[in-house]
């Protein structure tokens, strides 16, 4: 994890009230955003209660969050994009569900010679996708899902760089 990284979840583990979640919150960040998910306790249910049932009650203490918290929320967030000069967006999970309240479609530029045009092209006929801009989005999350080890020993690399990095002379 960057610095900055380290910065923004220290300052929002002593932002967010204790009683919030059952749990230290998930904290991903990028240039753009940062995203803090938290898990919230479980509803007290019957023990025969049905999956769908389950799931409709965390869905519902979710939304119940959601809106018991949004001023807290929005007060955080405002701070917090003022100091690190980046959106904050909040999700929930509860039990199997989970939701985000507010998160950013960020529009990222890239060129795409005949044949990778094509791969979106088909995945938008086949009604994978939409749009070639979604047909995108759904190929980053498929090498997401497939390479998340290897993404993660990258990152943990380029964390390394950069630490090592920092310790070097500065340029003036």
Not at 55 to 67: G, L, N, Q, V, Y
Not at 130 to 142: F, G, N, P, Q
Not at 149 to 163: C, G
Request: with cysteine.
């Amino acid at each position: 994890m960057t610095d900055i990284a380290d910065q923004i979840s220290g300052w929002l583990a002593g932002r967010i009230p204790p009683d919030w979640f059952v749990e230290a919150p998930r904290i991903a960040t990028d240039r753009d955003e940062v995203l803090v998910i938290g898990r919230l306790a479980a509803p007290k249910l019957a023990n025969e209660q049905s999956e769908d049932g389950k799931h409709a009650a965390c869905a519902s203490r979710i939304d119940a969050f959601r809106e018991e918290t949004r001023e807290a929320r929005m007060r955080i967030a405002s701070d917090a994009e003022a100091l690190f000069r980046r959106k904050v967006s909040w999700g929930a999970e509860c039990g199997e569900a989970n939701k985000l309240f507010t998160h950013l479609g960020v529009p990222v530029m890239t060129r795409l010679r005949v044949q990778e045009r094509l791969v979106l092209d088909t995945l938008v006929d086949a009604g994978v996708a939409r749009t070639r801009s979604d047909a995108l989005a759904w190929c980053v999350r498929l090498v997401a899902s497939k390479e998340d080890e290897w993404l993660k020993e990258l990152r943990e690399a380029f964390t390394k760089v950069e630490s090592v990095r920092s310790k070097g002379p500065t340029l003036t």
